[in-house]
């Protein structure tokens, strides 16, 4: 079966474009209670924590897991805001290529800054809290993505007033 628009013609959306199976993905944009965001550092790049939709999971629920497993942060000092924006990517495992849609939480943390472990085994070297007066010497290292993410984030949500 093949989406068609109200005129009868084929959908061009980006999954029927690119014609990949789509992964869902699901991770977050941890703020402290000190309003800076928690970046991770894996394959010379930062970046924030996600991770595959297992079956029978949520979006949130994954995003949550995949915090955890990522960064060793505390699940239970762990809380979804909302949801922020999904991003697109093109992936491999193995020898096939995948279309990734990730979803996008905002989280906050109720914990202390060093509450971090770094999941060595995914590649990830370092976690840290970073400063939104500090995040412009990040931008160059950030993945297109995440600097979306970030931005998005930055522009509409960073300043709310808080309680």
Same mark, same amino acid.
């Given at each position: 079966? =093949? /989406?068609? #628009?109200? =005129?009868?013609?084929?959908?061009?959306?980006l999954?029927?474009? %690119?014609?990949?199976?789509? %992964?869902?993905?699901?991770?977050? !944009?941890?703020?402290?209670?000190?309003?800076? %965001?928690?970046?991770?550092?894996? +394959?010379? $790049?930062? /970046?924030? @924590?996600?991770?595959?939709?297992?079956?029978?999971?949520? $979006?949130?629920?994954?995003?949550? +897991?995949?915090?955890?497993?990522?960064?060793?942060?505390?699940? /239970?000092?762990?809380?979804?805001?909302?949801? *922020?924006?999904?991003?697109?990517?093109? =992936?491999?495992?193995?020898?096939?290529?995948?279309?990734k849609?990730t979803?996008?939480? !905002?989280?906050?943390?109720?914990? /202390?800054? #060093? #509450?971090?472990?770094?999941? %060595?085994?995914?590649?990830?070297?370092?976690?840290r809290?970073? @400063? *939104?007066?500090? &995040?412009?010497?990040? +931008?160059? &290292? !950030?993945?297109?993505?995440?600097?979306?993410?970030?931005?998005?984030?930055?522009?509409n949500l960073?300043?709310?007033?808080?309680?």
């Open positions: 079966m =093949t /989406d068609k #628009d109200e =005129t009868g013609n084929k959908n061009l959306n999954k029927n474009t %690119i014609g990949l199976p789509v %992964i869902n993905s699901a991770g977050g !944009l941890v703020c402290n209670h000190s309003h800076h %965001i928690l970046l991770m550092f894996k +394959r010379g $790049k930062w /970046d924030m @924590p996600k991770g595959r939709v297992e079956s029978k999971q949520s $979006k949130p629920e994954a995003a949550m +897991r995949e915090v955890q497993e990522e960064t060793g942060l505390d699940i /239970d000092k762990l809380t979804i805001e909302g949801k *922020l924006v999904s991003t697109w990517h093109t =992936t491999r495992h193995g020898n096939k290529k995948y279309l849609k979803h996008w939480y !905002l989280m906050k943390y109720d914990g /202390d800054d #060093d #509450d971090v472990s770094p999941q %060595i085994e995914e590649g990830i070297v370092e976690c809290w970073v @400063p *939104l007066s500090e &995040l412009p010497a990040y +931008r160059a &290292l !950030l993945k297109p993505r995440i600097n979306y993410v970030v931005d998005f984030w930055h522009s960073a300043y709310v007033p808080r309680n």
